[in-house]
């Protein structure tokens, strides 16, 4: 039960108050629970019934130890649970069973605000997690299984290829038909320079880097650089005076 109670004691309030955390819940391990096995004979000497049990353990004050459920009184003379059922703590059934490299685990899911940004709250949350985990006593190994920020990450710097790629297939197009290395690097420029307006404008309006807006911006990258292409050479016909 270690694993369990450390993550829903040490992780789970830490974390819970992170900025921008919405939810932080803990899966998994085993939990413990109070097992009541009544002693047929001693219910039918001391005349309780399961329903003398089961009401006075529902609609009693709320026990807190194993010693005061012992005592609960079952409304009967003077009896008390103790004295006709045998009170003990014990596995709780399992609903989710999760293991990491094949050894038993917990899993701590942490979902994010929606306006959120989801790089700096799984930063913030694993920097949280690694300073507790760094106070810890005992053998916990912290192992992250899903970062979304990781995607972003990756994301951003695919995008930030894409544009760079663009940016020379534009030049090389452009130059290629028109033999103007003025008009490449106009064609060049305007798509760095948009992407960073883009990025600009994402910020001060307060949207967020998500896969959403990663990939409208990838498609707008796309569809950039083909009108880029198409504007600058009309411009450059009329100006010549070819059409």
């Given at each position: 039960?270690?694993?369990?109670n450390?993550?829903?004691?040490?992780?789970?309030?830490?974390?819970?108050?992170?900025e921008g955390?919405f939810?932080a819940?803990?899966?998994?391990?085993?939990?413990?629970?109070v097992?009541?096995s009544p002693v047929?004979?001693?219910?039918v000497?001391?005349?309780v019934?399961?329903?003398?049990?089961v009401?006075?353990?529902t609609m009693?004050e709320?026990?807190?130890?194993l010693e005061a459920?012992?005592?609960?009184?079952?409304?009967?003379?003077?009896?008390v649970?103790?004295?006709?059922a045998?009170?003990s703590?014990?596995p709780?059934?399992n609903?989710?069973?999760?293991r990491?490299?094949?050894?038993?685990?917990?899993?701590i899911?942490v979902?994010k605000?929606?306006?959120?940004?989801?790089?700096?709250?799984?930063?913030?949350?694993?920097?949280k997690?690694?300073e507790i985990?760094?106070?810890l006593?005992?053998?916990?190994k912290?192992v992250p299984?899903?970062?979304?920020?990781?995607f972003?990450?990756?994301?951003?710097?695919?995008?930030?290829l894409?544009?760079?790629i663009?940016?020379?297939l534009a030049?090389f197009?452009?130059f290629?038909?028109?033999?103007?290395?003025?008009a490449?690097?106009?064609?060049a420029?305007?798509?760095?320079l948009?992407?960073?307006?883009?990025?600009?404008?994402m910020h001060?309006?307060?949207?967020?880097i998500?896969?959403?807006?990663?990939s409208?911006m990838?498609?707008a990258?796309?569809?950039?650089i083909d009108?880029?292409?198409?504007?600058?050479?009309?411009?450059y016909?009329?100006?010549?005076?070819?059409g």
């Amino acid at each position: 039960y270690e694993l369990k109670n450390v993550a829903e004691a040490d992780f789970l309030p830490v974390l819970a108050q992170v900025e921008g955390v919405f939810s932080a819940e803990v899966e998994g391990g085993d939990k413990e629970r109070v097992l009541i096995s009544p002693v047929p004979q001693q219910l039918v000497t001391s005349n309780v019934s399961m329903y003398h049990i089961v009401a006075s353990l529902t609609m009693g004050e709320h026990y807190d130890s194993l010693e005061a459920i012992e005592n609960a009184p079952m409304g009967v003379d003077s009896v008390v649970l103790g004295d006709i059922a045998n009170v003990s703590l014990g596995p709780a059934p399992n609903t989710v069973i999760t293991r990491t490299d094949g050894e038993a685990s917990v899993a701590i899911f942490v979902m994010k605000e929606g306006d959120a940004n989801t790089v700096e709250v799984a930063n913030a949350v694993m920097e949280k997690a690694q300073e507790i985990e760094a106070n810890l006593d005992g053998d916990f190994k912290l192992v992250p299984l899903l970062d979304q920020s990781e995607f972003i990450e990756d994301s951003i710097s695919q995008l930030l290829l894409m544009a760079i790629i663009g940016g020379i297939l534009a030049i090389f197009i452009v130059f290629l038909f028109l033999w103007a290395f003025r008009a490449s690097l106009v064609t060049a420029m305007s798509i760095p320079l948009s992407v960073l307006i883009g990025f600009l404008v994402m910020h001060f309006s307060g949207i967020t880097i998500n896969l959403l807006t990663l990939s409208a911006m990838a498609i707008a990258v796309g569809r950039l650089i083909d009108n880029s292409i198409v504007v600058t050479e009309v411009i450059y016909r009329k100006m010549k005076g070819w059409g």
